[in-house]
């Protein structure tokens, strides 16, 4: 009677909803500070090497070249902390990393030249890469077995949401704010100064959330190696192949999606005056980004009927067919700059949604003592293979002469979801619908 009278929506308690909120907070602002370099690097980069340096070629690569190591410093982190986690817990791993990420963002702002940001975003990026993993392995440990897939899925709701907020802080401090978005120097300072508020809830959720009861201190330090027993060899391999493929496709698409979004005022006819060039590009980048943001909900939220009623490999084979399907319609066909701006809308929803079911099917994966450890390895180790698409895209673009030869190159990004359908096809994902995390147990 008494734990009936503690249930509330969903069948979860209201300590389980503090977790779950918890995690979701975590996971919204890591994305919100892992995006926005992106949306202000067509300020930030020819403000720190000069005005001479602002043509969209230069722009491009060294976009690419920051996206790149981002990752590889999401990886490294995503790794490094798994370990972390699995060792000294849940919600403690979860302050450090948010602190990590949210100071390091903020110390962009104060950067005097492209290498102090450069120093700062790899920081940053550390942080970023060793939440993920604290964060789906709380709810997976807390969450009830029959609520876990729904819970996991909310939980990257939290991505679209960060990139929304991503979108509304850009656009406020660069195009709504007079005073500030006067100065372009001083607008993307101040977005890289809003990072710092994950800070604040860091300190909060470490002060309100407890380790899950299935975690359990340990001295022992296990070993990535593990990872490639015979009995967890498949689904590592299977895990890292699904997380390599949708990582790929989503870093190439969302860090030029903003990149080609401005390049499109180009297009406009008739030709807007100078004096309004600046504030169009920054509205075509809201426009995109939102329109992509709003399919990733959407599809994040998709996950979950999909991977209840048909299974985890059916879902990723559904997912990664549409995704390949998206990427060609949004940048290979003639569409005008309407179409173009809206386009983003299916890339969201597939390539975008489908990481809706990382934050439930990973955990599945693996034991206990494994959990964060082997979920950061498939997630993050994909990334140092998705950090060269980025900076190749952004090197190749570089020789590009008009927005339609930049969405020419990108558009070959298609053909990597398909991989995902072959990887399925060939049977190396493990199916996981109806297994209990706790039946991995030895």
Not at 159 to 171: E, K, N, Q, R, S
Not at 206 to 229: G, I, N, Q, Y
Not at 249 to 258: I, K
Not at 398 to 426: D, N, R, T, Y
Request: some cysteine; proline content about 5%; aromatic content about 12%.
């Amino acid at each position: 009677m008494a734990a009936s009278s503690e249930r509330t929506i969903f069948g979860l308690t209201g300590y389980q909803c503090l977790v779950l909120f918890a995690a979701w907070l975590g996971w919204g602002f890591d994305v919100f500070d892992a995006l926005l370099f992106n949306y202000v690097s067509r300020l930030c980069i020819p403000s720190l090497l000069g005005p001479e340096h602002g043509d969209a070629q230069t722009v491009t690569m060294w976009t690419g070249a920051l996206t790149s190591l981002l990752l590889v410093g999401w990886g490294i982190g995503g790794i490094v902390f798994g370990k972390i986690t699995d060792r000294i817990g849940r919600s403690r791993a979860l302050l450090y990393t948010m602190l990590t990420y949210a100071l390091a963002t903020a110390a962009c702002a104060f950067s005097v030249n492209i290498w102090m940001l450069v120093i700062c975003r790899f920081i940053a990026s550390i942080g970023i890469g060793g939440e993920w993993a604290a964060g789906a392995s709380l709810v997976a440990e807390t969450i009830p077995e029959k609520r876990r897939v729904q819970a996991g899925a909310i939980l990257y709701t939290a991505a679209p949401a960060g990139l929304f907020l991503a979108t509304f802080v850009t656009d406020l401090f660069t195009r709504q704010l007079d005073v500030i978005a006067g100065d372009p120097n001083l607008s993307w300072r101040a977005v890289f100064l809003t990072g710092l508020v994950p800070a604040a809830i860091a300190i909060l959720i470490r002060l309100k959330v407890k380790e899950p009861e299935m975690w359990k201190p340990h001295d022992h330090a296990h070993s990535v190696r593990e990872l490639f027993t015979p009995e967890l060899r498949k689904r590592t391999v299977g895990g890292l192949c699904m997380a390599a493929v949708a990582l790929i496709a989503w870093w190439t698409c969302n860090a030029f999606l903003p990149t080609i979004a401005s390049f499109l005022v180009a297009e406009v006819n008739p030709a807007p005056a100078v004096q309004d060039i600046a504030r169009l590009k920054s509205q075509f980048v809201t426009t995109s980004t939102t329109w992509f943001n709003l399919g990733g909900l959407i599809g994040t939220i998709l996950t979950v009927p999909i991977a209840i009623r048909y299974g985890r490999r059916p879902m990723f084979l559904i997912y990664f067919a549409l995704s390949s399907a998206a990427i060609f319609y949004a940048f290979r066909m003639p569409l005008d700059v309407e179409a173009r701006l809206f386009a983003p809308f299916f890339i969201g929803l597939t390539v975008f949604g489908i990481f809706g079911a990382f934050t439930f099917y990973l955990p599945e994966l693996f034991p206990t003592h494994l959990r964060a450890t082997g979920s950061g390895f498939c997630y993050n180790t994909g990334r140092f293979i998705t950090a060269g698409g980025p900076f190749l895209v952004g090197a190749v673009a570089m020789s590009a002469k008009s927005s339609q030869e930049i969405l020419s190159i990108v558009s070959w990004v298609g053909i990597v979801p398909l991989l995902g359908v072959l990887a399925v096809g060939l049977g190396l994902v493990v199916e996981t619908k109806g297994q209990a995390i706790s039946s991995m147990e030895k």
